[in-house]
């Protein structure tokens, strides 16, 4: 059995999907559906049993025994933008800890999703270096939600016990229902196919020219690859980076997506909003070292190729992951 919480969002119901590939059924979703279309990530998808979030960390709490081998803890709020900080704080923080002190108790093999945002501005590097953590400053309190369990984790000497997986900038199928958090390949499919250009953010930083601001892209398939290397490597643990190792620009992101469509390029440059002005970051790159040492080898998609699949398995068919 292997419980997957956020198993009706992004990454969660990709994580689903392969497992599903891979001849396992076996599995407990655990989320909040709300009035979204996130349903739709379910259907097609192979599961034993469904869980409300709120009913499943009350039986957490109550030491329940769910004969689990595995939790895949996906589920969190993701926003960015988010300002509630007592509510990230409750359903990022506070939610993870119940469940990494339930594994541990119980046995059960943890795999958490952390991220790339606890970087910050990316000032001390993107190594993944659990020495590291407590001098990491994150732009946003998303970010900051994420670092605090990391720490946490740390302090309570559970990093060497459980695995944690910082995503950097993961797109594909099954983000539709994020709405202002889809990536921007999402975003841009959409642009492009109604009009016929994209619009991009101005550079402000001297450093970097317009539309030639760094970030490290990965495919969902991959990310679920390497997040699924945890589970069968169960003696591996600590914070991991998971991305493709190599940063891109926007223009190659966007210049992608005009091939996979076959239309010619067309970018305009539109001015940076101020409210996230002062959060921008304009470099990231997964330091896949550890990773790789830990024994993670398989060959990780270029944007390219990452985007081509995107675009013309799944966009352009409208389909998702299961359908």
Excluded: C
Excluded at 33 to 61: R, T, V, Y
Excluded at 84 to 110: G, M, P, Q, W
Excluded at 188 to 195: G, H, L, P
Excluded at 257 to 286: G, W
């Amino acid at each position: 059995m292997i419980i997957v919480t956020g198993g009706a969002g992004f990454i969660g119901s990709a994580i689903v999907w392969r497992l599903n590939e891979q001849g396992f059924n076996d599995i407990i979703i655990v989320d909040e559906l709300g009035q979204d279309e996130k349903w739709k990530n379910l259907a097609g998808l192979n599961f034993s049993d469904f869980i409300n979030k709120n009913d499943f960390i009350q039986k957490i709490k109550e030491n329940y025994n769910f004969n689990a081998a595995s939790i895949i803890h996906m589920g969190a709020n993701s926003a960015t933008t988010e300002k509630d900080a007592d509510f990230l704080i409750k359903n990022n923080f506070e939610y993870t800890k119940e469940l990494a002190l339930y594994s541990v108790k119980n046995n059960v093999r943890f795999v958490y999703a952390s991220s790339a945002a606890t970087y910050g501005d990316g000032t001390l590097g993107f190594d993944d270096d659990e020495s590291k953590i407590d001098k990491l400053r994150p732009m946003n309190m998303y970010g900051y939600s994420k670092s605090l369990f990391d720490l946490w984790a740390l302090k309570k000497g559970l990093l060497g016990k459980i695995a944690g997986v910082k995503y950097f900038n993961v797109y594909g199928p099954n983000e539709y229902h994020k709405q202002d958090m889809r990536s921007v390949v999402h975003k841009a499919f959409e642009q492009i196919s109604s009009t016929g250009s994209v619009k991009l953010f101005k550079s402000q930083n001297y450093l970097y020219k317009d539309g030639e601001q760094l970030r490290d892209f990965v495919y969902v398939k991959d990310a679920v690859d390497m997040t699924l290397f945890f589970l069968e490597k169960p003696g591996v643990s600590g914070l991991f980076n998971v991305g493709t190792g190599k940063a891109r620009t926007w223009k190659d992101l966007v210049t992608a997506i005009f091939n996979a469509l076959d239309i010619k390029v067309n970018i305009e440059f539109v001015e940076l909003p101020e409210a996230i002005a002062s959060k921008y970051q304009y470099f990231t790159e997964a330091n896949l070292t550890k990773i790789n040492k830990a024994g993670y080898g398989k060959p990780i998609l270029s944007i390219e190729e990452g985007i081509t699949d995107y675009v013309k398995n799944y966009l352009l068919k409208n389909k998702y992951f299961g359908y």
